[in-house]
């Protein structure tokens, strides 16, 4: 007979191990599922200096290990496999993995959200060599220099803004001839100094040394190709969510965000969605971290109610 968990965390992020943690202190038989290492993506992330309590910040992959050490200390369980499925209703959740079933009595969703990258050769390989998804995360990096924004929406309008007051140069690169970004951004964008903005324009090619060195640039308008020489590429066409598995079981909202309120419950019982999975108005580590923490809380509850 399988183990019946009473807590299955699905993702091993800073949303996953906080749940974990807070589950197991709550002494909660707890087990998170996560397919490639402590951390999620966080891990690849080669230094954050926004997590509280690191005066000198700490590599992602440094910091999920912690996380994990942290919650296994606590007595949870890590697995590493790929979940291929979930059956999230009813009292006992079955999950599928690459390594056999798994029940549970409560399901913690922290599968996080991908960034949308441009398809273009060589972008895996210069990520974190000039090639950015996170401008709050890396902006900082980039001090006094040049970089290129991708993307005309909220996220792309915001990073711009943001690397203005920290960068030298900020060239936003958008593909039609207007900004989809809400109008609040647009006047500051327009009058900052030291942003140039290209219409009507994609990137059609990474021009890398060891690193980033630019971008090429086409007008779709006029045909015409244009190199840019920067220090950082920011991508910021929007994320999607990891809800595959579950798109036909819980309520998302329009991106495909899971919904989930400030108690991270879902409109099945015993279900919970932490981090940049669910519908919310900041995804960084501290605020994935924090939802697992009421996770936990509302996890337990639930057990509690229904012994």
């Avoid at 900004?179 to 059609?204: D, F, G």
Wanted: glycine share 12%.
């Amino acid at each position: 007979m399988n183990e019946i968990y009473d807590a299955v965390i699905v993702g091993g992020g800073p949303g996953g191990y906080a749940a974990a943690l807070y589950c197991a202190r709550a002494g909660l038989s707890t087990v998170v599922l996560e397919k490639l290492a402590p951390g999620g993506q966080m891990g690849l992330t080669a230094q954050i200096d926004n997590y509280p309590g690191f005066d000198e910040g700490i590599s992602g992959f440094a910091l999920g290990d912690k996380m994990r050490k942290g919650a296994e200390r606590f007595g949870a369980k890590t697995q590493v496999t790929e979940v291929l499925s979930l059956q999230l209703e009813g009292a006992e959740k079955q999950i599928e993995t690459a390594d056999g079933t798994i029940l549970g009595r409560t399901v913690i969703l922290a599968t996080g959200a991908r960034a949308k990258g441009l398809g273009l050769p060589g972008e895996e390989a210069l990520a974190g060599r000039g090639l950015s998804f996170c401008a709050a995360c890396d902006g900082m990096f980039y001090r006094g220099k040049t970089v290129v924004v991708v993307g005309g929406g909220n996220s792309a309008a915001g990073d711009a803004l943001l690397l203005s007051r920290l960068c030298q140069k900020v060239i936003l690169v958008h593909r039609r001839d207007t900004l989809r970004a809400s109008r609040v951004y647009h006047k500051p964008l327009l009058e900052a100094e030291n942003v140039e903005i290209h219409w009507n324009c994609n990137v059609t090619q990474l021009l890398q040394d060891i690193r980033l060195t630019g971008v090429r640039i086409k007008n779709s308008v006029t045909g015409e190709e244009t190199d840019l020489t920067c220090d950082g590429l920011f991508i910021s066409i929007g994320r999607a969510p990891a809800t595959e598995l579950v798109k036909d079981q819980l309520t998302l909202d329009p991106a495909g965000y899971v919904v989930a309120d400030e108690s991270t419950r879902t409109n099945l019982p015993g279900v919970f969605a932490v981090g940049d999975v669910r519908t919310k108005a900041l995804r960084q580590v501290v605020t994935a971290a924090a939802d697992g923490a009421v996770a936990a809380h509302y996890a337990e509850a639930y057990l509690t109610e229904d012994a």
